[in-house]
């Protein structure tokens, strides 16, 4: 099994830049619910038409945070497992990548690290994932995969 993720495009102006995240975004005033929020942001970021039977369900909410600093807003991440074939078309101004990770890579104990990010009071050592490439799974995603093997522990492998 794996877990599909994005590079997001490198942009000062985007308090994520650069980081490894899953596709995502505000609510727009055309977007009647979350789920609705979760299937137009992963079309116009990366192309993907999810399905509604896809879907497996929904993670727990999470805060959003910046520098260590909790933002004033949630993120309801949902999960969905496709076994079609599809193609992949990356807004570039939102995604750099859209990458696989093996599941089994994510739990690898040799691939557990720590990230360095500079904080205003100094450099702080955060939990990370290494995935062959830099930024290595850290913050809010990796709080949310986290979360997912929480959820599906015993069920996926």
């Known amino acids: 099994m794996q877990i599909a993720f ?18 995502g975004g505000k609510r727009e005033e055309i977007d009647e ?9 992963t079309r116009e970021e990366v192309g993907i038409e999810l399905q509604s039977f896809e879907l497996l369900g929904r993670l727990d909410d999470i805060q959003a945070r910046k520098a ?3 933002l004033d807003f949630y ?12 193609g992949v078309m990356l807004d570039a101004a939102e995604v750099a990548d859209f990458f696989w990770v093996p599941l089994k890579h ?6 557990q690290t720590q990230y360095e990010v500079q904080r205003e009071v100094g ?22 995969v986290l979360n997912l093997l929480e959820r599906f522990r015993g069920v996926i492998k």
């Open 68 to 70: 260590g600093t909790l």
């Open 123 to 144: 450099v702080a050592q955060l939990p990370a994932v290494y995935l062959d490439r830099e930024p290595p799974l850290w913050g809010l995603t990796y709080m949310m």
């Open 33 to 41: 619910t979350d789920l609705a929020v979760a299937l137009r942001e």
């Open 75 to 86: 993120i309801r991440p949902f999960v969905f497992h496709i076994k079609r074939e599809f």
């Open 6 to 23: 994005i590079q997001r495009a490198f942009n000062p102006n985007d308090r994520w830049s650069g980081q490894i995240a899953f596709p």
């Open 106 to 111: 994510i739990q690898d104990p040799q691939r």
